[in-house]
């Protein structure tokens, strides 16, 4: 066995998956509260991404930032964050309430038209380049390691700010107001409401959080990989409802753990499989399609009960 | 009741009917493209604008690329419309081919069917299977159309496009020659690997440079990775670190400097890379050290330096057969036009005829029958540390 | 037991639910031309007999007998093929499709013609449909005044309350069954639409010669129209004859009322 | 049998079951007045041959007045995708599956006709074999890709699905290196290549060959499918499904055989992908992996959807708007008189009572005029940009600014028109007739100077997305669509 290929093959599975599990959590609070699958959700990681580069570059660009490396990397999730919250309750808002009590598949349609304007409008507003972040510049080349397995700083930044958001997120749901307000909802929309939960509130805050995640991993993306442009969104949307769908769809440790066993599917895929690289995505669908059979509602999913 | 029914579906018909003759009742229908053979022939009068047609991926996940061409082609564009004694002006319509996009190749064929009657000449398709596709709509309008980035061997090889489509990049064969060569004979290396990018014109070279080279008896290793991944990592802890080269025939710069990047942080920066010309860009230079091919440009060119200086300091040398096949188009219209008359025909034989010496490309601009440029050859630049890529072989 | 065999007959059937008895070694039988009800207080496992019986539940043991054959292990629409058809308590119309094709979508299993006899219109697809039409709108006529004329094209949706049982009940009729499982069929209803199920119910066997097996919580309905009465409380029979009988038996009063078990099994 | 949605209820009996529904059906029936509703009745009521009758009226005269470039573009791509419609809406309009690997289909149908029928392999059967064959292929894929799925629902069937999808893409882009029994080297879909110089359709001497003539045949194709597509929507079968859609439960429970209908329902579609896919093999001339992914799978499910899941003209007209918009709005000019007038219609149709109306117009119009005065006085750098070519473009100049300049302010505009829009759609009453002013004249800005730039770009797509946000929040059962109602 070779030791050190695992452990790089794991670090970047684990780094990929973090982003992944980010953009899940969006498609699964969403989908928890209303069924709905927000297929616009990689556009607004894309534009999360786009913010940060803006961010960055209001700050002074990677190469004399105006603050030091540490603040600005804040100040660009911080401001990603926010500005992608805001998107998504505006999306919510125009493109989705009017929908609420339309038929499942109609908010598919609008979630596409968002996904249209979205991609478009960044590609007439930033221009069809790529834009490099240059991470190397701003918190330079350096490596950890502990034996044989190597961290840079980025990988390391994202894994542990995704951890963070990701405890976040579970204490905000396990023990706020809010938390309570938002499970009450997904279990019965109407029941909720008629408990005198502000309903439309609590969804707008739903959609807040899981674009403000979304806008986190996007530019958690950008500091890893590096080049951001207008159409990097719709994989990792793709990926990221399938990693929502692994997890059990509606079920927020499963997106957690869906977008890490997904990003590290990729990863072992491609390094041990052969032509692991140009068969990814047929290797992490068949791991997706055995899940499924195994555990029909994904690994933390509930089933729906039917009552005849 | 069934007799009201009826009424109204009359109705309808009726208006549906009115809205489409309305719709096309402005329709120049003397100047349509058809299939006859004659429409080729049809006189269009030159005055002072004339017209030539640009198929680039504007939008979708190409659009990178599309910008890099269309930004060549304007400007030649704009030179060609500042000198004096050119007796019109020329203007380009776009035909957006969304390549790589949810219309697949019919929205390169609905972009070629959307130039005018007045387009004379057209620049691309960018993809080598977008030009597969447009071959029958272009054809059939009598078109010529020069690309500047469709090296597919066979599109010129097979015979079906002859004295229609034309190319200011050689082909993969010439390419992959040059460059199995050069790890062979110059660099002597034996473990290579070679990582496409999943699309026909990576695949094609791939093929070529990975054929060649076995054949040489280098041992070589063969990946690929989709074009809209950005993640290498995994794919970097798999080539194993004796690995002596990695080829990359790749057409995203950006994506060529996130591999070295992620090389560097995965200690595996001293493993030499090697790009196509897609990677022959200032983004994946300034990686330093790394190789790639390309037709033998310069820049110290006057016309890359003004470029350069036009755009920020950005050769974005991608496009620069785009601004060679829009002087090739447009040189083409001029000669036509000499008799203050063109017909897409006479462009076509103008173009045939082509002459340009001393080209932004470094290569002198004569295509042969099948439609490749004479002796178009590739070569191989190296960067500097300092991020500029010079000749070396 | 009845001289002849009977038409439906379940021999110790038993159906658990990760653990949870719901139907415990029950024995039941329906004779033809027989009404009769279930009773039991909510969670004695009625429904779940009515979805073992319809093949939508698998018993985990015993045998389910119609006409001495044994269905189980059909699938749903087999059993419906075989002659038994049911309403639901919880009513489940197919909301978006017309009055009148909600009575002819579920003649599916009485005809034939394959989508490319349709397509063609060949006869026998010509002749089925047109039979299909006659028997959704003769089932339809069987309720009067209400399901017909102008509501046979509007969508189930647009129908109240009680004339969505009685579409169902029609939907059921439809697939020409030996035995009609009505699933509650006055619930929700008000005092005089319960009358009027109540007379409809009598009206299916004089007219319609259905066997009925029905699950009612309303005793007036019961009374009103069953042969015979079973009594269940947790999945096991605890009474079983006329109304009169049951309906006084200790052991029922003390299911209904929820006193403390005596030393009954 | 508009004369019987009275109720024909005795006046001395009780209206037991006449209750609010049957009132609000009614009601929203004759909400519609003038001749919108007249139009609306008029197509609930026509016989489906007359509706058919309106559509194939206008087809079948537009290719006489219009050009080849306009006819391919309007014209057989729309019908093509309406084609791949109607078998997406067989599998989702129909039974409701969620089949996220339709495309697929598609593919097998272009890659089976161009397989038999090309340079590539140099085998040259004609048309009518090669269609069947290709109709059979794909209906055969769907079958095995059915079997398993069938017993899956909602949106893990479509991951599934989606699986498929994915799957197939890999598979043409490597078919040309498959090295196992029985394929032993043998290049089966040319790989990232795709397979070149498919012939064109062959039928019984007849060589389709221009676009003119592919429009016929695609057009016959597509009568063809709707026909009997619309058979088997009112037989059995189609009930069946749409039962199945309804209620699967309740249907197996009465008499359907629920597994078997949704294979049927996914051979079915996957039939007519592979009808439509042989026909877009030969159209392009060529298969190629790109033109088989998810992208087009959305476009489908866009057209079907928007149009209305279930209905068969829905279908025609959600393809007209998916892939009609973006090619209007390809040419400046056009599009230039597409905005305005679209514009205008908006403004006119919307703003009620006539002072609001007058009110927006006038005021805009006084806006931009005194706008351009005041900058022609003091600011000339802010009317010094050139108008874009084209009559109306120059007319409009007189009210608009145009910066020298622009790029920056106009992206600001953008964003701020965005802003506005949002802004007003919260607004009620005069304070939104206000606010409506500016947000034209600031919507118009931007569309001067930095949309009507691109429109041959991202400009109309981004206008065809939200295009269908409005849409779909206007009419979210579809254009014509009826409205369903889920859960009462």
């Known amino acids: 066995m070779n030791w050190s290929l695992f452990w790089d093959l794991t670090v970047s599975g684990l780094t990929l998956g973090s982003v992944y599990a980010l953009i899940a959590l969006g498609y699964t609070m969403v989908y928890g509260i209303l069924k709905l699958l927000n297929f616009a959700h990689g556009d607004v990681y894309m534009i999360g991404a786009f913010m940060g580069w803006f961010a960055l570059h209001w700050l002074g660009g990677p190469v004399n930032p105006s603050a030091t490396a540490w603040l600005v990397v804040v100040l660009m999730f911080l401001f990603a964050m926010v500005a992608c919250g805001g998107l998504g309750v505006a999306i919510e808002r125009f493109a989705y309430r009017p929908l609420r009590n339309a038929p499942r598949i109609a908010p598919l349609i609008s979630a596409l038209g968002v996904s249209f304007f979205l991609q478009n409008s960044a590609l007439l507003l930033f221009g069809a380049s790529f834009r490099d972040y240059d991470t190397f510049h701003l918190i330079g080349a350096k490596t950890y390691n502990y034996k044989d397995i190597f961290l840079s700083v980025p990988q390391l930044l994202t894994i542990v700010s995704a951890i963070g958001l990701m405890i976040g997120l579970t204490l905000l749901v396990a023990r706020t107001k809010i938390g309570k307000a938002m499970r009450a909802t997904s279990f019965d929309r109407e029941a909720a409401s008629m408990m005198g939960i502000d309903v439309d509130r609590v969804i707008a805050s739903t959609f807040f959080i899981g674009s403000a995640l979304a806008g986190a991993a996007g530019v958690m993306f950008a500091l890893v990989f590096g080049q951001i442009y207008h159409f990097m969104g719709f994989l990792a949307g793709l990926k990221g409802f399938t990693a929502a769908v692994i997890g059990g769809i509606g079920s927020i440790p499963g997106a957690m753990l869906g977008g890490l066993l997904v990003g590290l599917a990729e990863s072992y895929a491609t390094g041990y499989l052969p032509q692991g690289s140009t068969f990814q995505n047929l290797y992490v669908f068949a791991l997706l399609i055995l899940i499924i059979l195994i555990r029909p509602s994904g690994l933390l999913g509930k089933a729906d009960v039917k009552k005849v | 009741m069934r007799r009201r029914a009826t009424a109204i579906a009359a109705v309808l018909a009726l208006a549906a009917l009115a809205i489409v003759a309305a719709a096309s009742a402005k329709v120049d229908r003397a100047a349509a493209p058809s299939a006859t053979a004659s429409a080729d022939r049809q006189l269009v009068s030159c005055g002072k604008t004339v017209t030539m047609g640009m198929l680039a991926p504007i939008t979708g996940p190409a659009a990178s690329l599309g910008k890099l061409q269309t930004d060549w082609a304007k400007f030649y564009v704009a030179a060609h419309n500042k000198v004096k004694k050119n007796k019109h002006k020329l203007r380009v319509q776009f035909g957006d081919t969304v390549l790589g996009g949810p219309g697949g190749t019919a929205e390169a064929v609905k972009a070629a069917q959307s130039l005018g009657s007045n387009v004379l000449g057209t620049i691309g398709p960018a993809g080598s299977n977008e030009v597969r596709a447009t071959t029958a709509t272009l054809k059939n309008a009598g078109l010529a159309f020069v690309s500047g980035s469709a090296t597919n061997t066979e599109l010129t090889t097979d015979g079906t496009r002859t004295n229609f489509f034309f190319r200011t990049v050689p082909p993969d064969s010439a390419q992959g020659t040059s460059v199995a060569n050069f790890i062979d004979k110059k660099l002597k290396f034996k473990r290579v690997y070679i990582i496409d990018d999943q699309e026909a014109y990576s695949t094609g070279l791939a093929d070529t440079v990975q054929q060649k080279l076995r054949a040489a008896g280098v041992t070589v290793s063969r990946d690929g990775v989709s074009q809209q991944q950005s993640d290498f990592s995994s794919l970097i802890a798999k080539i194993p670190r004796d690995t002596q080269l990695v080829y990359l025939p790749w057409q995203l710069p950006p994506k060529g400097k996130a591999f070295g990047d992620q090389m560097r942080s995965a200690g595996k920066g001293s493993i030499i890379l090697m790009g196509s010309d897609g990677l022959f860009d200032d983004a994946f230079a300034s990686l330093g050290g790394v190789y790639a091919s390309s037709f033998p440009t310069s820049g110290t060119h006057p016309v890359v330096k003004a470029f350069r200086k036009a755009h920020g300091g950005d050769a974005e040398f991608f496009g620069a057969p785009s601004y060679v096949a829009a002087q090739v188009v447009g040189g083409a219209i001029d000669r036509a036009c000499k008799d203050g008359k063109a017909s897409r025909a006479e462009v076509r034989a103008q173009v045939r005829k082509t002459n340009l010496k001393k080209t932004v490309l470094g290569l002198n601009v004569r295509f042969n029958a099948q439609g490749d440029i004479r002796g178009g050859q590739f070569g191989i630049w190296k960067a500097t540390s300092a991020g500029t890529f010079l000749p070396v072989g | 037991m009845a001289a002849t065999q009977p038409l439906l007959a379940l021999r110790g059937v038993s159906k658990s639910f990760g653990g949870l008895t719901v139907i415990s070694d029950l024995d039941l039988h329906v004779d033809e031309g027989e009404i009769v009800s279930v009773i039991g207080p909510n969670g004695a496992g009625k429904t779940t007999l009515f979805n073992i019986i319809t093949g939508v539940y698998r018993p985990d043991e015993g045998e389910i007998l119609l006409e001495e054959q044994s269905i189980v292990g059909l699938d749903p629409h087999q059993v419906t093929n075989r002659g038994v058809a049911r309403t639901f308590q919880t009513l489940r119309l197919f909301l978006n499709m017309s009055v009148r094709e909600n009575v002819m979508a579920v003649q599916y299993g009485r005809t034939k013609s394959s989508p490319f006899e349709a397509m063609l219109r060949l006869p026998r697809a010509r002749r089925e449909e047109r039979e299909i039409r006659q028997r959704a709108e003769e089932k339809l006529s069987f309720f009067g005044q209400r399901l017909v004329g102008y509501r046979w094209d509007q969508p189930a949706y647009s129908l109240s309350y009680a004339n969505r049982r009685r579409l169902e009940i029609a939907r059921a009729m439809a697939t020409e069954p030996r035995i009609l499982l009505l699933d509650e069929p006055a619930a929700g209803m008000n005092p005089a639409e319960t009358q009027e199920i109540t007379e409809l119910i009598g009206k299916l066997r004089e007219e319609g010669r259905y066997t009925i097996l029905v699950i009612e919580h309303d005793m007036h309905v019961v009374e009103g129209i069953s042969d015979r009465v079973v009594a269940l409380d947790h999945g096991v029979k605890i009474a079983e004859g006329s109304f009169d009988a049951v309906a006084t038996d200790p052991r029922v009063i003390e299911a209904y009322l929820g006193l403390r078990k005596a030393e009954t099994k | ?488």
């Open chain 4, 1 to 488: 049998m508009a004369d019987e949605l009275t109720p024909q209820v005795p006046p001395d009996q009780p209206r037991i079951g006449v209750d609010e529904w049957v009132a609000s059906v009614e009601g929203k029936r004759e909400r519609y007045r003038g001749p919108v509703g007249w139009l609306r009745r008029g197509w609930d009521t026509a016989p489906a041959g007359a509706r058919l009758l309106a559509f194939v009226i206008p087809a079948a005269i537009f290719p006489l007045v219009t050009t080849e470039g306009n006819l391919f573009r309007y014209g057989l791509i729309t019908l093509l995708y309406a084609l791949l419609g109607l078998g997406l809406n067989v599998t989702v309009g129909f039974a409701g599956l969620l089949d996220l690997g339709y495309i697929a289909f598609f593919g097998f149908g272009a890659y089976t006709y161009g397989y038999v029928a090309s340079v590539h392999t140099g085998h040259h059967w004609p048309a009518v074999p090669a269609i069947l064959l290709a109709i059979a292929v794909a209906a055969l894929i769907g079958f095995i890709v059915g079997f398993p799925s069938r017993r899956l629902v909602g949106d893990y069937l479509a991951i599934v699905t989606l699986f498929f999808g994915q799957a197939f893409v890999v598979f043409v882009n490597n078919g040309d290196r498959i090295n196992f029994w029985p394929f032993n080297r043998t290049d089966l879909t040319g790989g990232a290549n795709g397979l070149d110089n498919i012939d064109p359709l062959k039928l019984f001497g007849w060589t389709v060959n221009t676009t003119k003539e592919y429009y016929w045949f695609t057009l016959g194709a597509f009568l063809l499918v709707i026909i009997l597509l619309y058979l088997v929507s009112e037989s059995r079968t189609g009930r069946a499904w749409k039962a199945l859609r309804e209620d699967p439960l309740a249907a197996e429970v009465m008499s359907m055989p629920v597994n078997r209908l949704k294979l049927m329902a996914f051979v079915f579609g996957a039939a007519i992908a592979g009808f439509a896919g042989a026909i877009y093999g030969s159209v392009q001339t060529g298969a190629f992996p790109g033109d088989f992914d998810v992208g087009l799978l959305i476009t489908i499910y866009a057209i079907v959807i928007l149009g209305g899941a279930g209905s068969l003209a829905g279908v025609i007209v959600g393809a007209l708007v998916v892939n009609g918009v973006p090619e209007l709005l390809r040419d400046p000019n056009q599009a230039e008189w597409v905005f305005y007038t679209a514009l205008v219609l908006l403004v006119l149709t919307k703003v009620r009572p006539w002072q609001k109306l007058v009110t927006v117009v006038g005021g805009t119009l006084a806006l931009g005029f005194a706008l351009v005065a005041i900058a022609d006085a003091w600011f000339p750098r802010w009317t010094a940009g050139e108008p874009n070519t084209g009559k109306l473009a120059h007319w409009v100049s007189h009210w608009m600014l145009l910066p020298s300049h622009a790029t920056q302010i106009a992206n600001w505009a953008y964003a701020l028109t965005i802003a506005l829009i949002l802004v007003l759609t919260l607004l009620r009453g005069w304070w939104r007739t206000i606010v409506m002013i500016p947000t034209i004249y600031v919507g118009a800005f931007a569309w001067e100077n930095l949309l009507v730039e691109q429109t041959v770009g991202a400009t109309r797509f981004l206008l065809l997305g939200a295009l269908l946000v409005v849409l779909m929040n206007a009419r979210p059962q579809g254009l014509f669509g009826t409205a369903r109602v889920e859960i009462v």
